[in-house]
């Protein structure tokens, strides 16, 4: 996508998510973290710096971002808080969705102008009492009357849901079809009421604030993104979750490893001539840290070059590009705990310390989630029954 | 229409719903859909498709290029028959 006048250089958005990753949402990390509290200081500074909108095209005022440029956007909030990244990356997501499969509705395409002037949050709801885990299946269904809708939904975790401007949600197309044919609604905060259903006390990522929601909604039949999830899914949410997961995944990461080399960096300052025993961990953690940083880079650089070919969108559709995004998910969710743990070796007692610079406590038990968000046993009993078919020829 | 069994009475799309009828696991009883309704709102889910292609490329004796492993390949009973008959058995 070209860059129209509206359109920041990424340099610009780089350079702006750099600073709020730094001077807002590392300040307040430990206190969302401690709290389970919503990261309220670093969400209005996105939402200051318009980069809720990054994602919306430039023809229509947003910053036309490509997925390469959203993840490096994600993984450097991530060095800050992995919430906050992680709530940045849900809402992108959703974002990602109405832009590829909306936009050529009146409702939508102007949904998404306003975005750029208003920079709705928004929240995701696949998940459902009943369905456990399987975002390709729906119990509940919208009905549509007229040119109105209402549906009701039972979510099991809804990020930041008390917090959205908007929620983006799964159903099924109407209430008696098969489960399975699913599409996307789009509720803005007056459309829906919710009535929290659970609590959110978590092992990590306590600041995505992820309760249980029954959500009941109505609004404009407009509001039904076009099209089938089976074909956005695999087209936008899956490819966009898994980059964008793996990419903040890995900035946590990289801040953990972060403080473990500069607590070696002061070792061999006391020692000049010997180099530290624990260097040759940090080499060894280093790499694995390129690797997974490679992974995710090699995936949204193939993604966004076939979006700019003709056939690219419905490639997408194949068993082989599902294959890819699902390796990356559970290669990344594997590969991230590992190395904050190799991290904590290195940092020793002043890593298992919560009340140290050198802390990686907090990175160990965000990065937990990661296997756990869209199960990998789940995902890797799918790529298993696709590789029967599947020649990679 | 590539068959191994030249002798069968049934016809492509009529083993094609066998297959559906065996491994679909559909919402919808495969003999009351058209030959070009969706399979996919008749409850068709990703998981049972995958069984779906195994089981034609036993029944055809042919093998599914990646190229053709996409949801549209298997979006109807006619999609797949004309799948079906750009391969040729192995
Ligand atoms: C930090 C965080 C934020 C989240 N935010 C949101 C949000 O904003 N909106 C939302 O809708 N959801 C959200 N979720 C929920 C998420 O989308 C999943 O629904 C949830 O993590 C899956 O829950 P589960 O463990 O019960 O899933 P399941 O997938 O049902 O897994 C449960 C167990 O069953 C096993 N299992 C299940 N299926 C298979 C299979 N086919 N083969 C082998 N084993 C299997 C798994 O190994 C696992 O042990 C969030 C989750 C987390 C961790």
């Avoid at chain 1, 949410?237 to 793996?246: A, I, T």
């Avoid at chain 2, 109807?76 to 799948?83: D, G, K, N, Q, R």
């Amino acid at each position: 996508m070209t860059r129209s006048t509206t359109a920041r250089p990424f340099a610009e958005l780089l350079a702006l998510t750099r600073t709020i990753a730094r001077e807002v949402a590392a300040k307040h990390a430990d206190s969302v973290d401690r709290d389970a509290r919503f990261p309220s200081e670093t969400l209005a500074a996105l939402k200051d710096a318009k980069l809720l909108s990054t994602l919306v095209p430039s023809a229509l005022g947003g910053d036309g971002a490509s997925l390469s440029e959203l993840a490096q956007l994600c993984s450097v909030l991530a060095e800050g808080c992995s919430s906050s990244a992680m709530i940045l990356a849900m809402h992108q997501i959703q974002v990602a969705c109405l832009v590829r499969h909306g936009q050529d509705t009146p409702f939508f395409q102007n949904y998404l102008r306003l975005m750029v002037s208003s920079q709705p949050l928004i929240g995701s709801v696949t998940s459902e009492v009943g369905t456990f885990g399987d975002t390709r299946s729906s119990i509940c269904g919208v009905e549509v009357a007229g040119d109105r809708f209402t549906l009701m939904k039972k979510a099991t975790t809804v990020s930041y849901g008390a917090y959205c401007d908007a929620l983006l949600l799964t159903c099924r197309r109407n209430p008696e079809t098969s489960a399975s044919d699913q599409v996307l609604v789009l509720a803005t905060k007056d459309d829906y009421q919710l009535k929290q259903t659970t609590a959110w006390d978590t092992l990590g990522m306590r600041g995505t604030n992820s309760p249980g929601f029954e959500v009941h909604c109505q609004g404009s039949a407009e509001q039904i993104l076009p099209g089938a999830y089976a074909d956005s899914s695999a087209m936008s949410m899956v490819p966009y979750s898994h980059v964008l997961w793996s990419a903040l995944w890995q900035g946590i990461a990289a801040d953990a490893v972060g403080r473990a080399a500069t607590m070696v960096r002061a070792e061999a300052r006391k020692t000049p001539g010997t180099t530290p025993t624990s260097a040759i961990r940090l080499a060894q953690v280093h790499s694995d840290l390129q690797a997974m940083k490679h992974h995710w880079q090699a995936t949204a650089n193939e993604f966004d070059q076939l979006e700019a070919t003709d056939a690219g969108r419905t490639e997408l559709l194949s068993l082989g590009w599902a294959l890819k995004f699902n390796n990356l998910k559970t290669s990344c969710s594997d590969m991230a705990p590992r190395i904050v743990h190799q991290a904590l070796q290195i940092t020793g007692i002043m890593g298992y310390k919560n009340d140290s610079p050198y802390s990686v406590g907090r990175h160990y038990r965000d990065v937990l989630s990661a296997s756990l968000m869209v199960s990998n046993d789940r995902i890797a009993a799918k790529s298993a029954s696709m590789l029967l078919v599947f020649k990679d020829t | 229409m590539p068959t191994n069994a030249p002798t069968s009475p049934l016809t492509a799309s009529e083993r094609v719903r066998q297959v559906l009828k065996a491994h679909g696991r559909l919402a919808t009883a495969i003999e009351s859909l058209g030959d070009t309704d969706s399979l996919y709102q008749a409850g068709l889910t990703s998981h049972a498709s995958i069984n779906v292609m195994l089981g034609l490329e036993g029944e055809f004796n042919i093998e599914f290029p990646d190229s053709l492993l996409k949801r549209g390949t298997f979006e109807s009973v006619a999609a797949i028959t004309s799948a079906l008959e750009t391969l040729t058995p192995g």
